[in-house]
């Protein structure tokens, strides 16, 4: 079945502790995408990858990081959490034509405290 | 973001039609798309519209007016499972924003 698979489903966790979300798709898609999404503001992009080794910044990529070191895996990294990053991260792929629909995973939810 | 504008709210019938307004701004337009995102779910692909007009996909259709900068997503025959946040999206200059959703409510 064609999925993007993020990890974990929810996660709570305290201010400045490193923390790791994974996600991986499986359709051989370039382009990845991690997402945040809070009440009234939508979705707002983090960064995204055109393909791997190639990544760029979002509208809110202060505070993540993330890598491509392959084309199925693209990691969200919070290395030093805070409570303003407490949200639902939801992660997206798509094939590398610009109008082709996004693939979401099913998001995780992340409290820090 | 990218001042996308739709409505916080709308409530309906089962059995309606609801249609969901959309503005964008025009310039650097590359296309239009409407998502639908369950609570606590992940958004899903409902259309996508680069040129101007209505296009059918069984109860739900979207329309696009490129010159006003306009579009809208309407539900015919609406039922309790079409409850329901539905995200407008712009694609422009080729990057891809967000609309902050519109809350669909079907009631019996």
């Known amino acids: 079945e064609a999925q993007v698979t993020q990890n974990p489903r929810y996660l709570i966790t305290v201010t400045g502790k490193k923390l790791t979300v994974t996600c991986s798709q499986n359709m051989n898609h370039e382009y990845m995408s991690w997402y945040r999404q809070d009440p009234g503001l939508g979705l707002r992009q983090i960064y995204y990858?055109?393909?791997?080794?190639?990544?760029d910044k979002g509208d809110v990529p202060e505070g993540y990081k993330v890598s491509r070191k392959e084309k199925r895996n693209f990691p969200l990294i919070l290395e030093s959490p805070s409570p303003n990053q407490t949200s639902l991260y939801f992660c997206?792929?798509?094939?590398?034509?610009?109008?082709?629909?996004?693939?979401f995973g099913n998001g995780t939810r992340l409290t820090v405290t | 973001g990218q001042n996308i504008d739709q409505p916080t709210e709308m409530t309906a019938t089962e059995g309606a039609i609801v249609q969901i307004n959309c503005t964008y701004q025009t310039s650097g337009f590359n296309g239009l798309f409407w998502y639908q995102q369950h609570a606590g779910e992940a958004p899903t692909f409902l259309s996508y519209?680069?040129?101007?007009g209505l296009e059918e996909k069984g109860r739900f259709s979207s329309f696009l007016s490129r010159s006003k900068g306009y579009s809208y997503l309407l539900l015919k025959e609406l039922q309790m499972k079409d409850s329901a946040s539905y995200l407008c999206a712009e694609l422009n200059d080729y990057k891809l924003s967000f609309g902050a959703g519109t809350t669909v409510t079907v009631r019996a």
């Open positions: 997206a792929s798509r094939r590398s034509s610009y109008n082709s629909p996004l693939h």
């Open positions: 990858s055109m393909n791997v080794e190639v990544t």
């Open positions: 519209n680069v040129l101007d």
